[in-house]
């Protein structure tokens, strides 16, 4: 099994793409192009991060980092995938995560925000591809490409020190009417199988779906990305943030960083699935 540092290095590269920001509404706002740049130096032992944006009146701005270890607030999967961000939700201060997907010579990334009343508040989705990639953007997830059973595999790192889980999982998502998708999420983990139902409504290019008393609401963005979240976090209610992206129009993969009710982040969840009907 590689080391949180061998998975960081997954991500090495010049990733060429842009900042996309949508509102909570999944209206588009901006668009900034970027290059991101992932070097390893000192025998890997270093990681330097070159971010440049292309800002409006056409000047470049540059931010470089330089780090040798990995904070608390950041967990990566064996293929690169990661996620970052807030370790705990606390009241009157801002909360937010950042989430990774890498398929080939592309990546996907997905930032999640919520201002200091915990609404949902901005949303940046960051489409990269390396500088020979031929691996074209894939076109705006639809309700259409959802629709179907879904058949996967997800792994599970825990915060508290929990030997990594890995179980299959199935997804039946159906459309019962224009404005109405029902969802069954079936889960056997741990010698226990558990069903999640839920029933979202279709407003456009965002799901609202109901899950005990709570909406979480998923926008369907460019690229086949789909960002989950509730529109509302407030600690007493556990939550999930999500980042999901339709590689091909049979696999899919979802990360999902869960946090529990005392608004404690407490695992990271990685879903690679395939559609068989």
Not at 71 to 85: C, D, P, R
Not at 186 to 215: A, C, D, K, N, P
Request: some cysteine; overall charge neutral; glycine content about 8%.
């Amino acid at each position: 099994m590689r080391s949180q540092w061998e998975c960081l290095l997954q991500n090495v590269g010049e990733w060429q793409g842009s900042f996309t920001r949508f509102s909570p509404k999944g209206e588009l706002l901006e668009d900034t192009p970027t290059v991101v740049s992932l070097e390893g130096i000192d025998n890997n032992q270093t990681m330097r991060q070159i971010i440049r944006r292309t800002l409006p009146n056409q000047t470049v701005d540059e931010k470089v980092l330089q780090y040798s270890t990995l904070g608390k607030q950041i967990l990566f999967f064996e293929n690169g995938a990661f996620s970052q961000g807030s370790i705990q939700l606390a009241p009157y201060s801002e909360f937010g995560a950042e989430h990774g997907l890498i398929a080939g010579d592309r990546r996907l990334r997905l930032v999640q925000l919520f201002d200091k009343t915990g609404k949902l508040d901005r949303i940046t989705l960051i489409r990269e591809k390396l500088p020979r990639s031929t691996t074209p953007e894939r076109p705006a997830l639809q309700v259409a490409d959802l629709v179907g059973e879904w058949q996967g595999e997800a792994v599970t790192r825990y915060l508290d020190g929990r030997a990594v889980d890995t179980y299959p999982t199935k997804l039946r998502v159906e459309k019962t009417n224009d404005t109405q998708l029902v969802q069954h999420l079936s889960i056997m983990q741990q010698g226990s199988h558990h069903t999640i139902s839920s029933t979202g409504r279709i407003i456009g290019s965002v799901l609202s779906f109901e899950t005990g008393s709570q909406w979480n609401q998923v926008l369907l963005l460019p690229d086949g990305a789909s960002a989950a979240s509730p529109q509302h976090v407030r600690v007493g209610q556990a939550f999930f943030l999500e980042l999901g992206w339709l590689i091909q129009s049979n696999m899919r993969q979802r990360i999902i960083r869960r946090y529990n009710e005392k608004g404690e982040w407490t695992s990271l969840t990685l879903v690679t699935e395939t559609k068989v009907g």
